[in-house]
T-cell receptor, first 113, second 116 residues
Framework: NAGVTQTPKFRILKIGQSMTLQCTQD?????MYWYRQDPGMGLKLIYY???????DKGEVPNGYNVSRSTTEDFPLRLELAAPSQTSVYFC????????????FGPGTRLLVL | AQKVTQAQTEISVVEKEDVTLDCVYE???????LFWYKQPPSGELVFLIR??????QNEISGRYSWNFQKSTSSFNFTITASQVVDSAVYFC?????????????FGKGITLSVRP
């Protein structure tokens, strides 16, 4: 099993551009999450999904959108990129929420200039 | 609201020293889970341990051990005989036991440097 995969690994965007960060998991997990990690700040939840077709906002959703059309995929869309969105983005999945362990992808480093 | 505090931001030790990483949490829930994750220089997040609030027994896994004390709301992590490969950022995290709104709350992380 590949676990959680993310593409791309690194991307440079210009201010105002848009892009989609891809996330796929092959563990048949119901729950998927997007986090951003800023230096010295830990991880903050952007959006999460409890199953195909169901998504909800996390702590820092502004400037992002998500969709979940399949169990495996949970893409994160950045519209009108801003320098404040420069960060490392992690996708994670878990079988259930709460007590179940979240398994993380390798991350996508995004630089907005 | 949940909160995880990792007061130590950076720790530097010499190889073979023992080191303890502190984690203090706040929650109103009576049942919850605590986690530790490791982030090596390569950047990925590696799961280390999960502990539920019902079980206060300490856990040992090789050179790693965890001390969970509900009375002080702490879940500390000790590395015995540290090695250079232990150099990483370590995150403590907390979540409710279950429920749609039970999301992970992370601390800010502790950067551990182990010098040869």
């Amino acid at each position: 099993n590949a676990g959680v995969t993310q593409t791309p690994k690194f991307r440079i965007l210009k201010i105002g551009q848009s892009m989609t960060l891809q996330c796929t998991q092959d563990m048949n997990h119901n729950y998927m999450y997007w986090y951003r990690q800023d230096p010295g700040m830990g991880l903050k939840l952007i959006y999460y999904s409890v199953g195909a077709g169901i998504t909800d906002k996390g702590e820092v959703p502004n400037g992002y959108n998500v969709s979940r059309s399949t169990t495996e995929d949970f893409p994160l869309r950045l519209e009108l990129a801003a320098p404040s969105q420069t960060s490392v983005y992690f996708c994670a999945s878990s079988y259930d929420t709460g007590r179940e362990t979240q398994y993380f992808g390798p991350g996508t480093r995004l630089l907005v200039l | 609201a949940q909160k995880v505090t990792q007061a130590q931001t950076e720790i530097s030790v010499v190889e073979k020293e023992d080191v303890t990483l502190d984690c203090v949490y706040e929650t109103r829930d009576t049942t919850y889970y605590l986690f530790w994750y490791k982030q090596p220089p390569s950047g990925e997040l590696v799961f280390l341990i999960r502990r539920n609030s019902f079980d206060e027994q300490n856990e040992i896994s090789g050179r790693y051990s965890w001390n969970f004390q509900k009375s002080t709301s702490s879940f500390n992590f000790t590395i015995t005989a540290s090695q250079v490969v232990d150099s990483a950022v370590y995150f403590c995290a907390l979540t409710k036991y279950t429920g749609a709104n039970s999301k992970l709350t992370f601390g800010k992380g502790i950067t551990l440097s182990v010098r040869p």
